[in-house]
């Protein structure tokens, strides 16, 4: 299993699984949900790529990109470091086999980009294959389950269930 994060091509040799989802913004290496879903993929021997939105956390976010200069960000009141973050997620999901959606929001993983990528990807006509995961308890996620269910996707309850799903398909 390779994992790509924004340090590595968002382009990943597939079989390829993007984990979209709030990210922590504490100093932990990856965020915990996204660990477990990694731990998963290895204890499967998922033999293909995993895209995961983040820094290295060790990494100044400016210097990630480092390998080359960062893109001007073409968006209004938008810094280059945020519009090249957005791009290398855009490109990534574009191109990954399998996006899946954890969407454990909390007033520590409050998951506003994710929120708008969840809206993006379920109306889209010609849209990769996507997985959607929220835990039962999640507050404010009625929009989200409306929508999922008028577009005739299943929302798992279970990070477990969502994973094993996941690696069912790719």
Not at 77 to 105: G, H, N
Not at 127 to 132: A, G, K
């Amino acid at each position: 299993m390779k994992v790509h994060m924004y340090e590595d091509d968002p382009a990943a040799p597939a079989p390829s699984i993007y984990l979209a989802g709030p990210t922590a913004t504490t100093k932990e290496t990856v965020t915990p949900w996204r660990k477990k879903v990694l731990e998963m993929c290895l204890a499967a021997n998922f033999d293909g790529s995993v895209l995961v939105p983040e820094f290295f956390r060790d990494e100044e976010p400016h210097r990630v990109f480092g390998h080359h200069p960062l893109d001007k960000s073409r968006v209004p009141r938008m810094s280059d470091l945020t519009y090249q973050v957005l791009a290398w997620e855009a490109k990534a999901m574009r191109s990954c086999d399998l996006i899946l959606f954890w969407m454990p929001f909390s007033d520590g993983l409050p998951g506003r980009t994710t929120r708008s990528e969840i809206g993006m990807w379920l109306g889209r006509q010609n849209r990769n294959e996507i997985l959607l995961g929220i835990p039962p308890d999640t507050p404010n996620v009625g929009f989200i389950r409306y929508h999922a269910h008028f577009e005739g996707f299943h929302v798992y309850e279970s990070l477990d269930d969502l994973v094993i799903a996941a690696l069912e398909i790719v």
